[in-house]
């Protein structure tokens, strides 16, 4: 299974050291796990300043060390976007070219005029659910033509921070605001992740659900990575294999898997849980793309 989507202490939210996190996900199964911590170029994000990339980059390489033979540990990381702070994500990505295995792309604020606002709960406050999605769903599909991600992370996270008097969220009522962004992604070939983090809080669903993949299958697209989101050890892997069988339903056929941001398909049939103790060994982090 693949983990491309786990927090390390080098996240301001998170401060669970990466061997951690590599034992854990050995017993779940896990045979690949990306460190995928916060890059946040938003100033009044309390993340901003906080990530160290030298000091990751060595965690990442000491951490294959370690469990070489038993786990594929890659080197991510999650970039938060809006259009307002796009230069300074494009330099980031610029001067780390060559560093990361994968980039996720992740939008968690939204621009409002009188500035960024997380989407938190309060956001949602004298706001409709279509006044939340829908500019959201702009800046994704700006993050998306941009052409900078491997992976669009969490894609229709409001939901997961809706507050009671917003959770008759139904996808359909959004169906025409992600069309763009699919077709927006097939052209850049860009994926999407499915982060099984709301699966074990709310909204009890993954991000996003079984009926946006469908969508996304049937407009032409294939490229679909998984995550946990975790933040704490004893998630990493969780959901994954419901969320296989999902994808399977759903007719996706393969994962998008990357070695040095470049792509290769694994079929989900090769993707079935593997025991901890098993012969199966993972690819090395530097092996074939």
């Not at 300043?49 to 294959?64: K, N, P, Q, T, W």
């Not at 370690?66 to 610029?94: H, K, P, S």
């Not at 792309?105 to 659910?129: D, K, M």
């Not at 892997?237 to 998008?256: F, I, R, S």
Request: aromatic share 10%.
């Amino acid at each position: 299974m693949l983990d491309y989507h786990v927090h390390s202490e080098f996240s301001v939210d998170c401060k669970v050291p990466m061997a951690e996190s590599c034992r854990a996900a050995v017993a779940a199964g896990v045979t690949e796990i990306a460190f995928t911590d916060h890059v946040d170029h938003e100033p009044s994000d309390i993340g901003f300043g906080y990530y160290r990339a030298e000091e990751y980059l060595r965690a990442v390489d000491a951490s294959r060390r370690q469990f070489d033979g038993q786990l594929t540990v890659l080197a991510g990381a999650e970039v938060d976007f809006n259009t307002g702070i796009a230069r300074d994500v494009e330099r980031f990505l610029a001067d780390h070219a060559g560093a990361f295995d994968l980039v996720i792309g992740s939008v968690h604020y939204a621009r409002t005029p009188t500035g960024p606002v997380p989407i938190f709960p309060e956001y949602f406050a004298g706001r409709t659910l279509g006044d939340v999605f829908r500019p959201y769903y702009a800046e994704v599909l700006a993050s998306v033509e941009t052409g900078w991600f491997d992976t669009i992370g969490h894609l229709d996270i409001p939901k997961r921070y809706a507050p009671a008097s917003h959770r008759d969220y139904d996808p359909l009522a959004f169906r025409e605001a992600l069309a763009p962004v699919f077709a927006a992604m097939i052209r850049t070939e860009t994926a999407f992740e499915i982060n099984t983090s709301g699966l074990r809080q709310t909204p009890k669903a993954s991000m996003p659900g079984p009926s946006i993949v469908r969508w996304y299958v049937d407009a032409g697209g294939s490229l679909i990575t998984t995550g946990t989101d975790s933040h704490a050890a004893q998630t990493v892997g969780a959901g994954l294999p419901v969320t296989l069988d999902m994808l399977a339903l759903c007719g996706v056929e393969a994962l998008a898997a990357f070695r040095g941001r470049r792509r290769r398909a694994v079929p989900i049939a090769d993707l079935r849980p593997v025991a901890a103790g098993s012969a199966t060994a993972p690819v090395p982090a530097g092996g074939p793309a």
